[in-house]
């Protein structure tokens, strides 16, 4: 079956008051992703031609966010929040002559699940109007649904509820789908003459029946549809996005020692086979191949490893790390903007920034790349099967040829070429006897103090 052409809606325009915050609501983060990407990433499922935001408070931020998923976002200003309604409103004149169904989502609904964006396309075939609906445990204050087996009558607000309705446990999650024309006319005729005095999204439905045309309700586990209102509900969301990443590692043949140690970001790629032990935590943009393994205690973020590579325990990779396969690297290590070319060994106590590391180079313990002068950073190269000294200060901008060493305690200012040994430290002194000699000059002195206060 052809898929049908989808437009996406993804309303964000409100302040969270009660998220007590500067960032707009939709700018939390779950997963170390916005809470906005987590809702169009769920959207791109269905593949849509067209992507609209409706922004408002934080509206720039809000937009720039959007963007940095996809370039393709497009970006309206509600400059009022004057309900869900109002809001798809402000998408009308980007969507007007879009083909197809739309369907609208929330930025702060972070867990809706492809399959349920998919059973609703389905459900367009016998509802001009779909609903996702959910039995709530504790219905609360969200929209009741009023139902008559998939058939859906009308949506009734809290606010606007009576106590019979009020004891309806099916509930409206917000997210909605019809044919494009159709929902902007049926929005267009939207009034406010309700308890909240704002442009209801839900009052569509009635308005669809009204015209004879049929609504459907498809239901999801309550799950999927929990909306963060408050950072206590954001904690919840983060513990349920953990749960679920782990879930989905351990199912996709990663090995997780200690599963509920281990954190993921919305796009973390684990490769069949990766080996993760406690404690580790993963930043946005990480990719771990097959087979390659993270020892307890590692922070990674922004980075790439490949397969066959072993990182840590205590270790710290940071934007722009490229690990080629085999590569090592140990304990209290930092990598960041580096790349280290196959087999590369990066033991213990190391910094490497703004750097290139040929293939089966080996770093010594306490190697730093002395990559900033206080204003700009600096790039160091090293060759292919060097041997970098414990101790080596690289002073960047430096480089060190292939096979090449440098002597440890080195501080490498000058460029050393391919196949030389570098030296960059004082000579060593040695002077016979001197050290009891001196030990005993030292004693005879604190003596010599002690008697004088007595
Ligand atoms: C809405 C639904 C309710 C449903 C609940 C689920 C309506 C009228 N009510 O209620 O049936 O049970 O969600 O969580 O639709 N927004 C805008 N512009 C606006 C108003 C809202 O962009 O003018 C955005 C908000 O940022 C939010 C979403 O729409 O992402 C929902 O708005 P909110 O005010 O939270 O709606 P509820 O009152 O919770
Ligand atoms: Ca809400």
Known sequence: MSRPTVSLIVLAAGQGTRMNSDLPKVLHRVGAAPMLHH???????????????????????????????????????????????????????????APGEVVVLYGDTPFIRPETLERMIEMRARHAVVVLGFEAADPGRYGRLVTRGEDLDRIVEWKDATDEERAITICNSGVICAETHLLFSLVSEVGNANAAGEYYLTDVVALARAKGLSAGVAICDEAETLGVNTRAQ????????????????????????????????????????????????????????????????????????????TVGP????????????????????????????????????????????????????????????????????????????????????VSVGARAMTASGSVITEDVPAEALAVGRARQVTKPGLATRLMEMFRAARDASKKGTN
């Not at 593949?47 to 976002?73: I, L, M």
């Not at 970006?75 to 402000?90: D, I, R």
């Not at 032990?277 to 390659?292: D, I």
Request: with cysteine.
């Open 314 to 397: 205590f270790a710290r990779l940071r934007p722009g790390a490229e690990l080629a396969e085999d590569v090592h690297v140990g304990n209290f290590v930092e990598i960041k903007n580096a790349v280290l070319d196959e087999g590369v060994k990066v033991g213990h106590l190391t910094y490497l920034g703004d750097a290139h590391v040929g293939e089966h180079t080996n770093i010594g313990a306490g190697t730093v790349t002395c990559n900033y002068d206080g204003v700009n950073k600096h790039r160091t190269e090293i060759g292919a099967h060097a041997f970098i000294g414990s101790d080596t200060m690289l002073v960047a901008p």
């Open 234 to 309: 954001l904690a919840a969301a983060e513990a349920e996005f953990q749960s679920r990443a782990r879930a989905a590692a351990l199912e996709d043949g990663v090995t997780l020692t200690a599963p509920d140690t281990v954190f993921f970001a919305l796009d973390t790629f684990l490769g069949r086979d990766a080996i993760v032990g406690p404690n580790v935590v993963f930043g946005p943009g990480v990719t771990v191949e097959s087979g390659a393994e993270i020892r307890a205690f590692c922070h990674l973020e922004g980075c790439h490893i490949s397969r066959g590579a």
């Open 39 to 97: 809702a169009l990433r769920a959207g791109q499922s269905l593949e849509p031609e067209r992507v609209v935001v409706v922004a408002g408070h934080g509206a720039e931020q809000v937009a720039r966010a959007a963007r940095a998923f996809d370039e393709t976002v497009e970006v309206v200003v509600q400059a009022e929040q004057l309900g869900t309604a109002h809001a798809v409103a402000q998408a009308a004149p980007l969507l007007a002559d």
